[in-house]
């Protein structure tokens, strides 16, 4: 018990530091979860007002690294957030949904990104590619941050006999806690490098690339070019002259009428070119004869001398 007197006792005189730190680096993109803190910091609270101090100092933690984030968006557009995904395990899925899911609840989303692991990280940067203004940025998120703070800071405060009690038991028992969470995670982990492992093997289909696009598009018979590059990518540079913008759940609607014998090619800004990989397979599935990814996406075909 001396050990966790100890911890209760440095948090008790340090918890605004703690906190505010905590929040930051969690908000930065760092796996260092921070609604354990908030927890324990509001069961450790003498009242509402050192609650209130640690709510403040959570906001304010987390409106510095958002802001760090929208300013990376707004000075460096799309490529912040495929950056961003390329440290995903599902470098793809990570693109595509975390755009759709901006895209789908608009500003709201920066308030709910609060309680979406690794949304809150690349919400920001989308919304400064995207041109959101300051003002209206700053208020959603910090509403966001104050209710997902909030929320840990009460709980905590409400429960605050159980939480004390749960930390003994982690105490009294740390050594099987510990290896229990050791063998969660490496689970996990396992779990997912198979995903990646099982995506990269269903990824090899034969792409096209930008050279030998440009000559098929010269043809008398050119291929149908979709562009699934994410909203963010295609308000900041424009869409591709000549393609037709699809969204992955709206494949067959893109495609309309096109001869399934006819040759398709698509087009993504993501890493791997993960995105058109999956559309490609997807119109494969559904009868199409000849689909192929650009290889190198956008910056292929930008390298090529296409605008």
């Given at each position: 018990m001396m050990e966790?007197d100890h911890v209760?006792?440095?948090?008790?005189?340090?918890?605004?530091?703690?906190?505010?730190?905590?929040?930051?680096?969690?908000?930065?993109?760092?796996?260092?979860?921070?609604?354990?803190?908030?927890?324990?910091?509001?069961?450790?609270?003498?009242?509402?007002?050192?609650?209130?101090?640690?709510?403040?100092?959570?906001?304010?933690?987390?409106?510095?690294?958002?802001?760090?984030?929208?300013?990376?968006?707004?000075?460096?557009?799309?490529?912040?957030?495929?950056?961003?995904?390329?440290?995903?395990?599902?470098?793809?899925?990570?693109?595509?949904?975390?755009?759709?899911?901006?895209?789908?609840?608009?500003?709201?989303?920066?308030?709910?990104?609060?309680f979406i692991p690794?949304?809150?990280?690349?919400?920001?940067?989308?919304?400064?590619?995207?041109?959101?203004?300051?003002?209206?940025?700053?208020?959603?998120?910090?509403?966001?941050?104050?209710?997902?703070?909030?929320?840990?800071?009460?709980?905590?405060?409400?429960?605050?006999?159980?939480?004390?009690?749960?930390?003994?038991?982690?105490?009294?028992?740390?050594?099987?806690?510990?290896?229990?969470?050791?063998?969660?995670?490496?689970?996990?982990?396992?779990?997912?490098?198979?995903?990646?492992?099982?995506?990269?093997?269903?990824?090899?289909?034969?792409?096209?690339?930008?050279?030998?696009?440009?000559?098929?598009?010269?043809?008398?018979?050119?291929?149908?070019?979709?562009?699934?590059?994410?909203?963010?990518?295609?308000?900041?540079?424009?869409?591709?002259?000549?393609?037709?913008?699809?969204?992955?759940?709206?494949?067959?609607?893109?495609?309309?009428?096109?001869?399934?014998?006819?040759?398709?090619?698509?087009?993504?800004?993501?890493?791997?070119?993960?995105?058109?990989?999956?559309?490609?397979?997807?119109?494969?599935?559904?009868?199409?004869?000849?689909?192929?990814?650009?290889?190198?996406?956008?910056?292929?075909?930008?390298?090529?001398?296409?605008?």
């Amino acid at each position: 018990m001396m050990e966790i007197d100890h911890v209760i006792q440095t948090l008790q005189s340090d918890a605004l530091a703690v906190v505010f730190v905590n929040v930051l680096l969690q908000q930065v993109g760092l796996p260092v979860p921070a609604v354990p803190t908030l927890l324990l910091g509001g069961s450790l609270a003498a009242g509402p007002g050192q609650l209130g101090e640690m709510l403040a100092a959570a906001v304010v933690a987390s409106l510095i690294a958002d802001w760090l984030w929208y300013a990376a968006g707004r000075m460096f557009g799309y490529r912040v957030l495929t950056g961003l995904c390329k440290l995903s395990i599902n470098p793809g899925s990570c693109v595509s949904q975390t755009e759709a899911r901006f895209v789908r609840w608009g500003v709201s989303s920066l308030v709910a990104a609060k309680f979406i692991p690794g949304f809150s990280t690349v919400a920001p940067p989308i919304a400064g590619a995207l041109r959101m203004s300051l003002p209206g940025f700053l208020i959603a998120s910090g509403s966001g941050a104050g209710l997902w703070a909030g929320l840990a800071l009460v709980a905590g405060w409400l429960l605050r006999d159980a939480v004390l009690d749960a930390i003994a038991a982690l105490d009294r028992h740390s050594g099987g806690a510990m290896l229990v969470a050791i063998v969660v995670l490496v689970a996990w982990l396992g779990w997912k490098l198979w995903q990646k492992y099982r995506f990269r093997k269903l990824s090899a289909v034969p792409h096209v690339t930008a050279d030998e696009l440009i000559a098929a598009l010269a043809t008398d018979q050119p291929p149908l070019l979709l562009d699934l590059r994410g909203a963010t990518m295609i308000a900041e540079t424009g869409p591709v002259p000549g393609a037709i913008v699809a969204e992955h759940d709206h494949l067959q609607r893109a495609v309309g009428g096109w001869p399934k014998n006819r040759p398709i090619v698509t087009l993504c800004a993501c890493p791997e070119d993960a995105g058109a990989i999956q559309a490609a397979r997807d119109l494969l599935r559904h009868g199409y004869l000849s689909v192929r990814p650009l290889k190198g996406g956008y910056e292929a075909w930008i390298a090529a001398g296409r605008h």
